[in-house]
């Protein structure tokens, strides 16, 4: 496992985390044993890298990691998150207010189990929190007390990420980036190697398409909560999967999955110091983690960027 600094929280990151959304039960139906058996797989490999969110199962993501790294919390650099509102009269919406985002993130302590919470990160917040928000003063008041000890941002518009960049306050940026989502590299992560604000990729294998296991025929097993239901249909999950198996070049030498390229690609950029695939069982972190050893050559490099600019981006 390669480990690489992440921004000027000076944290020493696998290359290769866990993101524990599918935990929640958002990609279908889960059993805890398989969790469980992800995490212990993730510790085993050198992986030290787990992103949550009281968001993921309403907060049961969070609990299933209490329970999970009892006595031996001090072997992980947990992140969670806050502002996405999953119970009560405001679900649905993202709430940033001081007073909110504290309650909640004491709530992560007690569900995570923990005194402290390597990175805090906002869920989502729109450019003028990451801007003006009143939040910050808390996130700072919680770090000189020691409950949080570096915090962040998770976005999802390249505007965002430009105003968290430039904004000074999040020390790190977690943002989708892979194969088939570049633009981040183009507008954000110049911006961010400056500042030495640390990127977090989330989403590098598009929620399973850049493992090439997929086919048009999975879209009927897309039902109901999983996150896929919407976005993985008809003609836009056929051009995915198009672009997918145009890149199943990368797949030769020490790359043994497309996959295993999706997240080795993430990592190679300078200012991308940590992919963070969600893996819902022991065997998925087992090849995620093996990722974490491969190099992809500067001429595979090379033609992923030809293809980006060649039509990809569209
Ligand atoms: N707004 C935000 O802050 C935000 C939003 C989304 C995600 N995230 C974070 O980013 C993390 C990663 O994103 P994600 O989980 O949505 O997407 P992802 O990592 O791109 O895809 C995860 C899915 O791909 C499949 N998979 C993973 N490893 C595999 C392997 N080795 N072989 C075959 N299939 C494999 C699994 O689905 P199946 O087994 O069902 O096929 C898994 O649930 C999340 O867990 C979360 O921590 C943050």
Redesign the pocket.
């Known amino acids: 496992m390669q480990y690489k600094t992440l921004g000027r929280t000076a944290l020493r990151v696998s290359v290769i985390g866990l993101?524990?959304?599918?935990h929640g039960g958002h990609?279908?139906p889960m059993k805890d044993e398989e969790s469980l058996a992800a995490i212990d797989t993730a510790l085993e490999l050198g992986v030290n890298f787990i992103?949550?969110?009281d968001a993921y199962g309403a907060g049961y993501s969070e609990t299933l990691l209490g329970n999970a790294l009892k006595g031996r919390r001090d072997k992980v650099i947990l992140a969670t998150?806050g502002g996405n509102v999953m119970v009560g009269p405001n679900k649905g919406k993202r709430i940033f207010a001081p007073e909110y985002i504290d309650d909640v993130l004491h709530g992560s302590l007690k569900r995570l189990q923990t005194d402290w919470i390597d990175l805090y990160q906002l869920?989502?917040p729109d450019v003028e929190v990451i801007e003006r928000g009143e939040v910050w003063e808390v996130l700072e008041k919680r770090k000189k007390e020691g409950k949080i000890r570096h915090y962040g941002v998770?976005i999802?518009t390249m505007a965002e990420g430009i105003a968290a960049a430039k904004g000074g306050r999040a020390e790190t940026i977690?943002v989708e980036y892979s194969l088939l989502q570049q633009e981040p590299a183009e507008e954000i992560f110049p911006l961010a190697q400056a500042a030495n604000v640390g990127i977090i990729a989330?989403?590098?294998?598009?929620?399973?398409i850049?493992?090439g296991?997929l086919t048009q025929t999975d879209e009927q097993r897309f039902q109901g909560e999983d996150?896929r239901a919407r976005s993985f249909k008809g003609e836009a999950f056929a051009k995915e999967l198009a672009k997918a198996e145009k890149l199943r070049f990368l797949v030769h030498g020490p790359v043994k999955t497309l996959?295993q390229a999706a997240l080795a690609f993430c990592v190679a950029h300078p200012a991308a110091s940590i992919a963070?695939?969600?893996?819902?069982n022991a065997q998925?972190m087992r090849?995620?983690a093996a990722a974490g050893d491969v190099t992809l050559p500067p001429e595979d490099l090379a033609k992923v960027a030809e293809l980006w600019r060649s039509g990809f981006a569209a």
Do not use: W, Y
């Open positions: 993101g524990t959304m599918v990609f279908g992103d949550t969110s998150k869920h989502n998770s999802n977690q989330r989403l590098p294998l598009k929620r399973g850049l493992t296991k996150v996959g963070i695939p969600g893996a819902r998925q090849e995620n």
